[in-house]
């Protein structure tokens, strides 16, 4: 987002405020000063409503849809070549557009394994296990993602702070059931010369 940068000048320059807050004047009235700066404020008021509606409007209805999808060629010591494909910070609250987009992106790349890194829930209830509540209803759309996504190596998937604040019980099993395995501080051999580490999230994990 670009500064918003405002400069105010005076309107008159026969207008001046002199010693003790008191306007001396040449045909300059105090209430035609207050209707100008007035007029200068709700320029201003409405600029900045204007730009508050454009952010929010690129916020909910273009950024959220607007897929990248970026290629990294990495060196490594492995026999044959393998494709990774790495997904984040979904937030996904079910199959919808945005939804459906990744999973052609990830169909058209046909990676070897699929990486989730975090961040794939919307929200939940945050005192949920402690109080012995069902799982939040979010967990539920997640899984709707996650069991359509298909790799030879598998889908794995490591904690983002929103799974760690947001929890579900039984989380693993709550993957399991998607088809995911979930990497919490370990690693895993998916093939002869390839490990995956996955670890929790470094601010909000153990």
Same mark, same amino acid.
């Given at each position: ?22 306007? &001396? &004047? ?34 909910t209805v ?9 290629r990294h ?11 990774v494909a ?80 947001? &929890? ?39």
């Amino acid at each position: 987002m670009r500064p918003l940068v405002v400069t105010w000048r005076s309107t008159s320059s026969r207008a001046i405020l002199g010693s003790g807050g008191r306007w &001396h &004047h040449s045909g300059v009235t105090a209430s035609a000063v207050r209707r100008v700066a007035l007029r200068q404020a709700d320029r201003v008021a409405l600029a900045i409503l204007v730009l508050a509606g454009l952010t929010a409007f690129y916020a909910t209805v273009i950024e959220p849809y607007w897929l990248e999808v970026s290629r990294h060629e990495v060196p490594a010591a492995v026999r044959t070549r393998l494709t990774v494909a790495q997904v984040s910070d979904l937030h996904t609250g079910g199959v919808g557009r945005r939804e459906r987009a990744v999973l052609e992106a990830l169909e058209r790349e046909r990676p070897d394994l699929i990486v989730i890194t975090g961040d794939s829930v919307v929200d939940g209830d945050l005192f949920a296990p402690k109080l012995g509540l069902p799982d939040d209803p979010s967990y539920g759309k997640v899984a709707e993602v996650l069991r359509r996504m298909r790799a030879p190596l598998g889908v794995w998937a490591v904690r983002g702070n929103w799974e760690n604040v947001r &929890h579900t019980r039984d989380e693993r099993a709550f993957y399991a059931a998607a088809g995911v395995r979930l990497l919490v501080n370990e690693s895993v051999q998916v093939r002869d010369d390839f490990w995956l580490v996955g670890l929790d999230d470094a601010d909000s994990g153990g």
